[in-house]
């Protein structure tokens, strides 16, 4: 039952970098009002689908759209 869930959940990260551009983390908490948890689940949905970038840059993770 996540399936739907966590599909909706990366359409709003997919959203916010598509209008913001390259966000950490807590830009991307702030923008989406997702939790951890559900946040990570739908950057794992991106990732799977080759739509994002996610790399370390210092201490933050960087997220961009390829």
Do not use: C, F, R
Not at 9 to 28: C, F, M, R
Not at 32 to 56: F, H, P, R
């Amino acid at each position: 039952m996540w399936i739907p869930v966590v599909g909706e959940n990366a359409g709003k990260v997919w959203q916010v970098l598509h209008t913001k551009g390259q966000s950490n983390l807590d830009e991307l908490k702030n923008g989406t009002s997702l939790d951890d948890k559900n946040l990570y689940m739908a950057l794992g949905w991106l990732a799977k689908e080759g739509k994002v970038k996610i790399e370390q840059k210092q201490k933050q993770i960087a997220v961009s759209l390829i």
